[in-house]
C-alpha cells in the first residue's frame, strides 16, 4: 500500500501532549509530567519502568537523556525517524519496530461502515466516563449460540465486566472467544489548565484482533464502537500511535500520519 507522507507540522507538539494524557488513563499510570524537552511517564511495570516522549528529537535533549537514563526498563519514544535518533543513542539502546502518531478530525466518519461479520458480538464496557474498552467476541462457531450482551466496568487502566447474552443454535459449548478488543480514553488536559492545550481529544490504545480472526473487518468494528463513544462524549480529535500494520488501517479509515515515531529501550 502506499502511504502518505508526514508535511512540516507545527501542531505536533499538542497532538503529543494529547496522545500522553490520553495513554497514561488508558494505561492507569501516574500522570505525565512536563520535562525539558517533552514528558515523562511513571508506568511502573517489569521491562517499562518509565518512558520520556519528546515531540522533536532535539540532539541536546537526547544526548542528555541517554547520558543519565541508566536504568534498564527506561524508554524514549521521539518523534522523528529512526534515522535520526539512533545515531545518538549508545550500544545500550535497542531501538523497537516503527511507529506512526496519527490523528483525525473526523471521528464521526470513523464511526461509520463498520458493522460486524455474522458470529461476533460487540460490548462496550465503562470505566468511569473517561476510559472505555471495545470487546468483539466470537459467539457463532461450532457449540456457541449467537446473541447480545452488555457489560460494565470499574477501574482505571484494567476492568472488570458482566455481561449477558442469549442465543440458539448448537450444543452447549465453552462459550464467547475474544476475538477483537480496543481501549480508549477521554482528555482535555490537566485539570485546571487553562487555556486548554489541545482540543477534547480521544486516546485509542491497545487496538488487537486475534490471529485466528484476523482480515474480518474487526478491527475497524472496534474503532468505530470507540469514535462513537468518544463523540457522545464530546471528543473532536482522536490521536494514536500505530504500528505498521494498524498504520495501513487507519490511513483507510481517513486518518493522517503527524510523525514518525522511534521508540528506544534502555537494556540491561
Same mark, same amino acid.
Given at each position: 500500500?502506499?502511504?502518505?507522507?508526514?508535511?512540516?507540522?507545527?501542531?505536533?507538539?499538542?497532538?503529543?501532549?494529547?496522545?500522553?494524557?490520553?495513554?497514561?488513563?488508558?494505561?492507569?499510570?501516574?500522570?505525565?509530567?512536563?520535562?525539558?524537552?517533552?514528558?515523562?511517564?511513571?508506568?511502573?511495570?517489569?521491562?517499562?519502568?518509565?518512558?520520556?516522549?519528546?515531540?522533536?528529537?532535539?540532539?541536546?535533549?537526547?544526548?542528555?537523556?541517554?547520558?543519565?537514563?541508566?536504568?534498564?526498563?527506561?524508554?524514549?519514544?521521539?518523534?522523528?525517524?529512526?534515522?535520526?535518533?539512533?545515531?545518538?543513542?549508545?550500544?545500550?539502546?535497542?531501538? +523497537?519496530?516503527?511507529?506512526?502518531?496519527?490523528? #483525525?478530525?473526523?471521528?464521526?466518519? %470513523?464511526? /461509520? =461502515?463498520? @458493522?460486524?461479520? $455474522? &458470529?461476533?458480538?460487540?460490548?462496550?464496557?465503562?470505566?468511569?466516563?473517561?476510559?472505555?474498552?471495545?470487546?468483539?467476541?466470537?459467539?457463532?462457531?461450532?457449540?456457541?449460540? +449467537?446473541?447480545?450482551?452488555?457489560?460494565?466496568? #470499574?477501574?482505571?487502566?484494567?476492568? %472488570?465486566? /458482566? =455481561?449477558? @447474552?442469549?442465543? $440458539? &443454535?448448537?450444543?452447549?459449548?465453552?462459550?464467547?472467544?475474544?476475538?477483537?478488543?480496543?481501549?480508549?480514553?477521554?482528555?482535555?488536559?490537566?485539570?485546571?489548565?487553562?487555556?486548554?492545550?489541545?482540543?477534547?481529544?480521544?486516546?485509542?490504545?491497545?487496538?488487537?484482533?486475534?490471529?485466528?480472526?484476523?482480515?474480518?473487518?474487526? &478491527?475497524?468494528?472496534?474503532?468505530?464502537?470507540?469514535?462513537?463513544?468518544?463523540?457522545?462524549?464530546?471528543?473532536?480529535?482522536?490521536?494514536?500511535?500505530?504500528?505498521?500494520?494498524?498504520?495501513?488501517?487507519?490511513?483507510?479509515?481517513?486518518?493522517?500520519?503527524?510523525?514518525?515515531?522511534?521508540?528506544?529501550?534502555?537494556?540491561?
Amino acid at each position: 500500500m502506499t502511504h502518505t507522507a508526514a508535511a512540516p507540522d507545527t501542531g505536533l507538539h499538542s497532538a503529543v501532549h494529547a496522545w500522553v494524557d490520553g495513554w497514561a488513563r488508558a494505561r492507569g499510570t501516574d500522570v505525565p509530567q512536563a520535562v525539558p524537552g517533552g514528558f515523562r511517564i511513571e508506568v511502573r511495570r517489569p521491562g517499562h519502568l518509565a518512558r520520556h516522549v519528546l515531540p522533536e528529537a532535539e540532539p541536546a535533549v537526547l544526548r542528555d537523556l541517554v547520558a543519565t537514563l541508566t536504568t534498564p526498563g527506561l524508554w524514549i519514544k521521539a518523534c522523528a525517524p529512526r534515522e535520526v535518533v539512533e545515531p545518538l543513542l549508545t550500544a545500550d539502546w535497542e531501538i +523497537s519496530e516503527p511507529q506512526y502518531l496519527m490523528t #483525525t478530525d473526523e471521528l464521526a466518519a %470513523s464511526r /461509520s =461502515g463498520a @458493522g460486524l461479520p $455474522s &458470529g461476533y458480538r460487540l460490548e462496550i464496557v465503562d470505566e468511569g466516563q473517561e476510559v472505555f474498552e471495545a470487546r468483539v467476541h466470537a459467539v457463532g462457531g461450532p457449540g456457541n449460540g +449467537s446473541g447480545t450482551g452488555t457489560g460494565t466496568g #470499574t477501574g482505571t487502566g484494567t476492568g %472488570s465486566c /458482566s =455481561g449477558t @447474552g442469549s442465543g $440458539s &443454535g448448537g450444543a452447549e459449548g465453552p462459550g464467547p472467544v475474544l476475538a477483537a478488543s480496543g481501549r480508549a480514553a477521554l482528555t482535555t488536559g490537566a485539570p485546571g489548565s487553562s487555556p486548554a492545550p489541545y482540543a477534547p481529544s480521544v486516546v485509542f490504545d491497545m487496538i488487537g484482533t486475534e490471529p485466528a480472526h484476523q482480515r474480518r473487518g474487526l &478491527g475497524r468494528a472496534v474503532m468505530a464502537a470507540l469514535a462513537g463513544r468518544a463523540v457522545e462524549r464530546g471528543a473532536r480529535q482522536g490521536v494514536l500511535v500505530a504500528s505498521p500494520d494498524g498504520r495501513a488501517l487507519y490511513e483507510a479509515m481517513g486518518w493522517r500520519l503527524r510523525s514518525r515515531v522511534t521508540a528506544a529501550g534502555r537494556m540491561g
